[in-house]
């Protein structure tokens, strides 16, 4: 497969774990195309006009890219930690909603704010890899991280917490769990994940613009939970690769082709309303493999 | 600019803003969930306008050259194309939403599959009739001038128009929810479908109601806005949409009335955004959006939000 094809699949099923986090407690936000917008300016302006990240022009070093998605990720954070507090207030689709309009107040302020290069964006951010090979085993070392850490949660008393206000958010409260403070915690990492992989796409993509942040991205990275399964981090990072592949698969079918991507999502939530991967099947797949016990025995995929 | 100017300008956009709010929020009352295929059906409606009153497709797409064999006058085009539309939402409704009500799915699931349902009229606009833009001619009006003077302000016949359909439409709409059967049930369906269903209210004929309505309003307002600025290919209908699902919050979501006031409020707004920042005038609904979320979660006019126990 073609290594820039495998990269945008990683690069999604690490925006869609972005929205998992949130939905793991429960909260329905699209915000995350905002965020990795916000990260991916981070990176291009940092690797494009500050002479420490520049490197040699066309090449920029490692650690700057490391430093970049540190800050990307931090500001992100930052954001989402500033309106989080009233923002997860709201339910359901009104949370939606609100983080539909942080999305595009965020893109209007990418598209006018007169550092960011307007409709063209930034171009020319150097790569800190020679080759796309290079940025799949980075980005692939970032997934797995991302995947321990968010396998490790379902052990920690957070994740249990997590899962407890999304079963029943006024049952969770009266068992002592600080609902407003899991929530927000959620929002914040789902933000932090999102900007750090907007730094890391906007070296690869070589340019940034405002298109990155769009409501069509909001909707693109729930299809990939909603498709993939919201129960299980498992369940995003299948529905991130594949739904990132579709398109481009389905290039030889011409001028059908996103006519085809959008029955495709019109029809999968109708066949598999839990998504993709569900306890059922991941126990199925795991008696099928020889292990009888339960997936919390799984052996966590260390980078 | 002076303030009579702004306040036409921004009446007119807001009277669109309404329309398209407008169908968003009988979908709403009714099941709960918005249907993201709205824009799309708005962009038809546009297009079907274009058609009916004789206009030719672009050189491009699978249409390429077709024109009507008559042309309508756009009086008479407009709603036609509007019923177009209602037929479009129709079956957005029967693909998109019945099944996922059937299974009593998780109503989420139909954010995504009418966003799925979006994206395919989409596509099939632009592989049928190409992604240029198309102008309704201005002589569509028939013998009337395309701008006047009011007080001092220069009005445009188009957007007189447009003021004056969102407000015929509303009231009508209001009589109507108010005064005839089907109205009241479906305000009953909105209030408790359940309840409804055992006084002898057929829901899901009240609910295909529902989408048979929002679709002629939003083939109606695709149809003026198509006159007023033309038709900007077929991905236009997603900026209204978005703006729309602002206006539907700041009103109130399920309140017809809020629905245009928070319309008229959003446009006059942008209206009054001076030229120098213009670049920032998207960002304003969405401003007020998030300030009426934080202050009055239920809108201007919605009911107050249950609250779960």
Redesign the interface.
């Known amino acids: 497969m073609d290594a820039a094809l495998l990269e945008q699949m990683l690069l999604g099923a690490l925006l869609a774990l972005s929205v998992y986090l949130p939905l793991g407690c429960g909260q ?1 936000s699209l915000a995350t195309p905002g965020f990795y917008a916000v990260g991916g300016y981070v990176a291009a302006l940092l690797s494009t006009g500050v002479a420490a990240f520049v490197g040699s022009g066309a090449t920029s070093p490692l650690w700057a890219l490391l430093a970049e998605m540190v800050l990307g990720g931090m500001l992100a954070g930052l954001i989402a930690l500033a309106i989080g507090g ?2 997860l207030r ?1 339910r359901g ?2 949370l ?3 983080t ?3 999305v ?2 965020l893109r ?2 990418n ?2 704010l007169p550092f960011t290069g307007g409709a063209m964006g930034i171009f020319g951010i150097p790569q800190p890899f020679a080759h796309a090979e290079g940025y799949v085993l980075f980005t692939l070392a970032l997934l797995a991280l991302a995947c321990w850490l968010c396998q490790r949660l379902e052990a920690l008393r957070l994740g249990r917490a997590m899962a407890a206000i999304r079963d029943d958010e ?1 049952a969770a409260a009266s068992v002592g769990i600080d609902t407003p403070r899991t929530k927000l915690i959620a929002f914040v990492a789902s933000a932090v994940l999102a900007g750090v992989t907007g730094a890391l796409a906007a070296h690869f993509l070589n340019s940034w613009n405002a298109r990155a942040g769009s ?2 991205a909001s ?1 693109t990275t ?2 990939f939970v ?1 498709f993939g399964g919201s129960r299980f981090w498992l369940g995003p990072v299948i529905g991130g690769l594949a739904l990132t592949a579709l398109p481009e698969l389905l290039r030889p079918v011409g ?2 082709r ?2 085809l ?10 066949f598999f ?1 839990q998504g993709l991967v569900t306890a059922e099947r991941l126990r199925a797949l795991g008696a099928l493999l020889g292990r009888g016990r339960h997936r919390s025995r799984q052996a966590p995929q260390a980078p | 600019m002076d303030l009579l100017q702004i306040l036409v300008n921004g009446l007119s956009v807001g009277a669109v803003y309404g329309l398209f709010a407008l169908g968003y929020t009988l979908v709403f009352s009714v099941l709960g969930v918005i249907n993201f295929a709205h824009g799309a059906v708005f962009t038809l409606g546009a297009y079907f306008t274009y058609l009916l009153i004789g206009g030719a497709v672009g050189a491009n797409g699978w249409l390429a050259g077709v024109q009507l064999p008559f042309a309508l006058p756009f009086w008479a085009a407009l709603p036609l194309a509007g019923l177009g539309a209602a037929l479009v939402a129709l079956l957005v409704e029967r693909v998109a939403f019945r099944p996922l009500r059937r299974r009593r799915a998780d109503p989420l699931l139909a954010l995504i599959t009418s966003l799925g349902a979006g994206v395919i009229l989409v596509n099939l606009i632009q592989l049928l009739v190409g992604a240029e833009s198309y102008a309704i001619p201005t002589g569509a009006l028939g013998g009337l001038p395309a701008s006047f003077s009011l007080l001092g302000a220069r009005v445009r016949t188009v957007q007189a128009l447009l003021l004056g359909i969102a407000v015929v439409l509303l009231a009508l709409l209001t009589l109507w929810l108010e005064g005839s059967r089907n109205g009241k049930g479906l305000q009953a369906v909105a209030e408790d479908p359940e309840t409804a269903q055992l006084l002898g209210i057929d829901s899901t004929a009240m609910v295909r109601l529902a989408f048979g309505l929002s679709g002629f309003l939003a083939g109606v307002a695709g149809g003026l806005v198509g006159l007023s600025v033309s038709i900007a290919g077929p991905y236009f209908g997603i900026g209204y949409g978005l703006k729309g699902l602002a206006v539907l919050v700041l009103g109130g979501l399920g309140s017809v009335p809020g629905a245009v006031l928070g319309g008229l409020i959003v446009g006059l707004a942008e209206a009054f955004v001076p030229a120098d920042w213009s670049g920032y005038k998207d960002a304003v609904s969405y401003g007020f959006l998030f300030l009426v979320l934080l202050l009055r979660p239920r809108g201007l006019l919605g009911r107050p939000l249950p609250t779960k126990v």
Do not use: Q, R, S
């Not at chain 1, 991507?261 to 939530?269: D, E, Q, R």
């Open positions: 329905l009233p923002v709201l689709i009104y939606a909603i609100a539909i309009a942080l595009e107040i209007v302020l598209l006018n006024l409501f069509d909707i729930l299809a909603v001028d059908l996103l006519i991507f959008g029955a495709v999502i019109l029809l999968g939530p109708l309303p």
